[in-house]
């Protein structure tokens, strides 16, 4: 099973270009998830989607956007990259639901963006 | 701040011993705990969970303890090996229906041969 496949697994960009970042799992789940985790710190939350159509902030979202493109990919874009932003960004996908309650995250593994 | 919190970032071991791994979180609405392990240049993985209705819970050489009086959390990992070694991270959710995660900074856990 792939589970959740993110692409690309390294980048290195210039300050002010854009870039998108690709996500997609195949277990069928409702939620998806954009994480950024820094050196010596956990993974901060900086978009959401509960379900298909929905998106939502969450911790640290200023400098990104996101879109739900269908049920399997959820992309993370960089609109003017700036150094802050060198960082590894992680996706992830939950099953949770009101059925089934909370489920756990499973996630891919990574991608290495360098701004210079 | 930081809601959930590790009182260990480093933990050594010696193979073949038993590991606890620390946690403590201060919202006492969350009501479902994870731990993950993340090994160096993979995403983390999923290693068990509990809710808040449960105090224990067991999974291959791995328990989770939930002590909802002091709001602490451990991962206890039973003959520990050298592909434990990984960094681990609690997480929890705080309630309501968007099943967003907020994570701890981490555990370093070394295991020597």
Same mark, same amino acid.
């Given at each position: 099973?792939?589970?959740?496949? /993110? ?77 802050? /932003? ?16 909370? /489920?756990? /995250? ?11 | ?19 606890? =791994?620390?946690? &403590? ?8 705990? =994870? ?11 999923? =290693? ?28 206890? =990992? &039973? ?35």
């Amino acid at each position: 099973n792939a589970g959740v496949t /993110q692409t690309p697994k390294f980048q290195v960009l210039k300050t002010g270009q854009s870039m998108t970042l690709q996500c997609a799992q195949d277990m069928n789940h409702n939620s998806m998830y954009w994480y950024r985790q820094d050196p010596g710190m956990g993974l901060r939350l900086i978009y959401y989607s509960a379900s298909e159509g929905t998106t939502d902030k969450g911790e640290v979202p200023n400098g990104y956007n996101v879109s739900r493109l269908n049920k399997r990919e959820f992309s993370l874009r960089l609109e003017s990259a700036a150094p802050s /932003q060198t960082s590894v960004y992680f996706c992830a996908s939950s099953g949770g639901s009101r059925g089934r309650g909370n /489920q756990p /995250q499973h996630f891919g593994d990574g991608t290495r963006l360098s701004i210079l | 701040g930081e809601s959930v919190g590790l009182h260990l970032p480093t933990l050594s071991v010696q193979e073949g011993d038993n590991s606890i =791994i620390n946690c &403590a979180y201060s919202n006492s609405a969350s009501d479902y705990f =994870i731990w993950y392990k993340q090994e160096s240049g993979k995403g983390p993985q999923f =290693i068990i969970d509990i809710r808040s209705n449960m105090d224990k819970r067991q999974g291959q050489r791995v328990t989770v303890l939930l002590n909802k009086t002091v709001k602490h959390l451990s991962l206890q =990992i &039973a003959a520990t090996q050298p592909g434990d070694s990984a960094v681990y991270f609690c997480a929890e959710n705080s309630g309501g229906s968007n099943y967003k995660l907020t994570f701890g900074k981490g555990t370093l856990l070394t295991v020597n041969p």
